[in-house]
């Protein structure tokens, strides 16, 4: 009877004793066929060849690569008929023999009277998941405070990193190599900190202080600086998937994600506790705040969850939503949690204890979440927003906008006024043209009012639920609905209460930001260290499953988790713990007794990234601007902006950068605009040529290629030429001898003295070269310069 029930809900129009008499007749003979035909290729026990698994009716009805299998009720339109039939060379099943043709008719009836199928979706977790067994995984252990080793080269350890360091060392009977030059050790320190290289007044500062004191006075430095802050930021976002556009379709503009830049360059600058920082990120929204500019810093960095790859012009709605939420519970995994989770949409994980129930329940919380809306332009859509709280700065920014803009106005008014009073033909060929640039003008600023402040964020939608699984992420074939809740394997205790009405975020925001997570702090503290070290204490940096790399010295992972989290989640302090330990002062020469280097006897070395490299010539040029933060995208300029002013018809409004901010030129790489398609734009087409990650990317470990492309780059490009340009003039700027320059030169560009050899073949190289002009011979030896691989390697 319960099956009858079943079978009436599904096809309404059956009655009641048809709708048994269907179950009936799939109990006793399709479904029997199927287990014997079909379920070898085609069921979640067995294989699952095209896509197409048998064993559930949602199975069926989403179909397999080629489309549903079967139509009910329509025996031509059902692909399965055609296949069993054998009318269709290329689609015979099973494909060894024909069935007998009384199987065939049993199949053929099924779908005469509807298909019926009482069996229900397969539930969603299954024997593989162990979790039992998966939390034996070291990464699922709890986080214990080692104490540091004893050592029998006492004398080594500068702090208690060191201990760690030596003690695996002299139990594998090596030893640490050599400590890096003192300039070396500065332009490291400085570049991992802050992305610049250091300025030759302070290189000359810390060769001149031979206190005890000289390391920790320049690390101090660096972390109180505005450039540490934009450089950890630069960091994070490409955790981010962050851009200046939505999406890869068209050139649609996000106008707000600078703010959500900003708000991480602030966070690291005055060094957010990093629990609170992820509190803000998943929650900001939700969390109390005592003043308005605080409530704007919270919604402000939920843009976290938005900021990231959607195809905001896709026809089918529904899928472009539940894919911007697999976007979204893949991040969240990879970035505080080193969890690989995007598979899990479709299956349980392959290797890890994480199952389909587990991703279901965290994209609930996300489902919940307003993240997209439809707009008036055709079939666009775009990312949430929210008005933020109004502070007195934006009530002065608008009443000037609006100063201008009533300007503008009159000024159209009047040449109309003229126009309409005036046949000269010459007069009027001159006014229409105005009048028309003024119209543009004025539906530009109209568009883009600053006095309104928007921020890229999210809100808990009207009726938070559960969401139901997709079979094989098909969110037309739905199976069992999940509970919201958090990933098992990493629990320590029961699900979180969801209170009605909320989507479940801030249970999330706590459970990741708690001290208890075992994942947490790992993963943080592991990311802090690739960066300084080059290579992660777990060298799989944002996969800490069982095919991940087991940590190199596990005991210390977990001494600096477990002071990470009592010195108050302060990423400076442990900065500060690790820049100013002995083994980060060590040589990168190679050494041939450890080749991998996991022992770390010696310093990695690592390339400098893309904004490294064009910052570090604007440093040595001395044309760095001051920070400026605000849009990267040069949006105030109208002839950058395509489908203005808006009418009924209009599609989305898009951009097209003819016009630059001359200031650009002179900004840090982190603060031009970043794009989805086609080549960075202006001078930032460096990124692109060294290995700027993909916006639509979540990583926080770089590739590092090596490609004729980046010579060839490095010879030609008009920014190399520039900022060579600029070094030699200011070079030339001071009444000096040549080998005072010279030695200035090195300073400015290699961040060390220059030798005598080095200094003997430029004053040949300029005396050869002066032919072309003094400004040219030494723009040549600046490019030169730019282009050797101690510029652009970190040693």
Known sequence: MLAALAMAATFPSLPLASAAAGASFFRERVEPLLQKRCYECHSHGGKIKGGLVLDSRAGWQAGGDSGPAVVPGSLEKSRLIEAVRYLNPDLEMPPK????????????????????DPREAKTVEKAGVDLEQGRRHWAYQPVRDASPPAVQDEDWPLNEVDAFILAKQEANGLKPGPEADPHVWLRRVTLDLTGLPPTEAEIVEFVADHSPKAHERVVDRLLSSIAYGERWARHWLDLVGYAEQIGTEGKVFAEHAWRYRDYLVESFHHDKPFDRFIREQLAGDLLPAASPRERRENLIATGFILLGDVDINAIDKLKMEHDFVDSQVSKVGTAFLGMTLGCVRCHDHKFDAIGQQDYYALAGMFRSTRTTFKTPHGIWSNIHRVPLPELEEDRR??????????????QKQNLETELNAT????????????ITQLELRIAHGEYFHPGKPQAIAVQDGAKPTDMRVTIRGNPYALGDAVPRGLVRVAMWGPQ???????????????????????LTARVAVNRVWQKLFGEGLVRSVDYFGTRGDTPSHPELLDHLAHRF???????????????????????SEDAAAEPENKLLTRMNRQRLDAESI?????????????????????????ENISGLPITAKSNHPQFSIRTERVSQNHERTLYLPVVRTGTQPGSARLRDVFDFPQPAQFTSKRSETTVPTQSLYLLNADLIRERGEDLAKSLLSVKEDDTVRLARLWLRVLSRPITAAEREDALSFLQASRAAGETRAWTELARALFGTNEFLLRF
């Open 423 to 434: 046949e000269n033909k010459e007069l009027r060929e001159k006014l229409k043209p105005a």
């Open 565 to 587: 989290m009592q010195e108050g989640w302060s990423q400076k302090k442990l900065i500060r713990t690790l820049a100013l330990s002995r083994a980060y002062r060590l040589s």
């Open 614 to 638: 064009r910052d570090a010539m604007l440093v040595a040029s001395g044309r760095l601007a001051a920070p400026s933060g605000g849009p990267g995208l040069p949006l105030e300029f109208p």
């Open 496 to 518: 979180p209460e969801i209170p009605a009405g909320q989507s479940g975020r801030l249970q999330l925001a706590e459970w990741i930001a708690d001290s208890r997570n075992p």
């Open 97 to 116: 023999a024909k069935l007998p043709d009384g199987e065939v008719a049993v199949f053929e009836e099924w779908v005469r009277l509807g298909t019926p």
């Open 397 to 410: 920014i608008g009443a000037a906008h609006e100063e201008k803009l009533a300007a503008w106005r009159q």
